[in-house]
């Protein structure tokens, strides 16, 4: 019986393999390669310190970002992976307050994105984009972080940001009070470095439960991270230009299992923060030192004009 029935099986899947073949045309496309998915590292469970996630669709709007092998835009595929990702992790947790930048196909400035993030002030401003390369071969995920201000040749103005009218600093008047200055650095400061500590956690995590090629941490002044007041990263989820990971990528089966890595690297950056023993930044030896009390975490400190976290007025999506 079980012979028979798979003699059948396969006569028909023969059969079937000859309609696709005689239908498709002599350039046909590369088809999805297996999915390969070892699946999450971590058991899942409420988050402890971790209360606000943003999560950030890349694009949007007249910005579609790279259109692939798949031939759909890197923008609706970030949104729609973002979405999955949001109505999971309230599976996961519903006491977690998950956010999006953005919710359906509209233009958002890098600098209202960080702006919108700095309003609201979550503990992890998480972006997610889809890449694409010259070279077909290019594949696997990356995350990105902010490099520390002054490290990269070119920086606009080396120690202090230009965010323009997206600056609280700016809003709120700090520029030229020096105290609110040395806090205002220090807290990016301390942001850019737990941000390295999220990438890494978020790199490790997202290699280890969909068995991506590692194209690990890259640090950078990303304009959509430096106007940050709080940890952010970028997560390149795949390359929709590599011949199979390109087709995958909008497949549900694929799109499971990278929110799933995503959440395994959450988790484990929640751990991180509930423990605390993340390194904090120390401010610059050449500036008087701020009035912050011993042992206070820098990030947590609020210069006393901003209005982070005292009730945005944006209501975001
Ligand atoms: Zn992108």
């Known amino acids: 019986m079980a012979a028979l029935r798979t003699g059948r099986t396969v006569a028909t899947f023969a059969a079937l393999l000859l309609t696709v073949a005689a239908a498709a045309p002599a350039t046909a496309a590369t088809p999805a390669a297996p999915l390969r998915c070892p699946g999450p590292q971590l058991p899942r469970r409420p988050f402890i310190a971790l209360q606000r996630l943003l999560i950030d669709p890349g694009h949007g709007g007249g910005e579609p970002g790279t259109i692939g092998v798949a031939e759909i835009a890197e923008k609706h595929l970030a949104l729609l992976i973002a979405k999955r ?18 919710s359906a196909d509209i233009d958002l400035s890098l ?33 990105l972080t902010l490099a520390p201000v002054g490290t990269v040749p070119g920086d606009p103005v080396p120690g202090r940001e230009a965010e323009g009218a997206c600056s609280i ?71 929709l230009s590599h011949p199979e990971e390109g087709r995958l990528i909008p497949l549900p089966a ?4 990278t929110v799933e890595a995503l959440i395994d690297g959450l988790l484990r950056f929640d751990e991180t923060l509930a423990k605390g023993d993340f390194p904090v930044a120390s401010p610059d030896a050449s500036r008087p030192a701020p009035p912050v009390e011993p042992g206070a975490d820098p990030a947590a400190t609020t210069p006393p004009t901003s209005p982070t976290r ?7 999506p």
């Not at 996961?92 to 999006?100: F, G, N, S, T």
């Not at 401003?125 to 990356?142: D, I, K, M, R, T």
């Open 254 to 257: 694929w799109q499971a299992c």
């Open 310 to 316: 005292s009730a945005p007025t944006l209501d975001l």
């Open 111 to 143: 600098q209202d994105r960080a702006h919108l993030a700095n309003l609201w002030n979550p503990e992890l401003f998480l972006s997610l984009h889809l890449n694409a390369a010259p070279n077909p071969e290019a594949q696997g995920v990356e995350t």
């Open 85 to 102: 990702l949001r109505d999971r992790l309230q599976e996961v947790d519903p006491a977690l307050d998950v956010r999006l930048t953005r």
């Open 169 to 239: 600093a700016a809003e709120v008047g700090v520029v030229g009070d020096d105290t609110a200055v040395v806090l205002d650095d220090l807290r990016r400061a301390a942001a850019t470095n737990l941000g390295l500590v999220a990438a890494e956690l978020m790199q490790q995590s997202a290699i280890a439960a969909t068995g991506a090629y590692d194209r690990e941490v890259k640090q950078g002044r990303y304009r959509v991270l430096r106007g940050l007041y709080m940890p952010g990263i970028v997560v390149e989820m795949g390359f």
